[in-house]
């Protein structure tokens, strides 16, 4: 069984910077492709950034270049370094987990709010 749990929204102003957390029991953490994903109020769940067993990532536009994503296999934390917020991502954000890399596991989101 794949449990997740986030950590780490906040508010926070325009410009400002909040890195997430997501602590995973899983047995085999490092196989895992490991993801989160948001939602805004009114709108369909996006992918925001993604990272397979291997190390490589792959990012939504609109966070490239802001937004890093991280795991350390050892403490089966997947992490989200965010940059340079803007009032667009206001979302409740997600944390993902695959083995196979198309069905996932959710967690129970943590809020993010972008606002002066």
């Known amino acids: 069984e794949v449990q997740l749990a986030e950590s780490g929204g906040d508010l926070v102003q325009p410009g400002g910077s909040l890195r997430l957390s997501c602590a995973a029991s899983?047995?085999?953490?490092?196989?895992?492709?490991m993801a989160w994903f948001r939602q805004a109020a009114g709108k369909e769940r996006e992918g925001v950034a993604f990272?397979?067993?291997?190390?490589?990532?792959n990012y939504a536009d609109s966070v490239k270049g802001r937004f890093t994503i991280s795991k350390d296999n050892a403490k089966n934390t997947l992490y989200l370094q965010m940059n340079v917020l803007k009032p667009e991502d206001t979302a409740m954000y997600y944390c993902?987990?695959?083995?196979?890399?198309?069905?996932?596991?959710w967690g129970q989101g943590t809020q993010v709010t972008v606002s002066s």
């Open positions: 993902a987990a695959s083995y196979s890399g198309s069905s996932w596991s």
């Open positions: 899983i047995y085999t953490y490092s196989n895992y492709y």
């Open positions: 990272i397979n067993p291997y190390g490589s990532t």
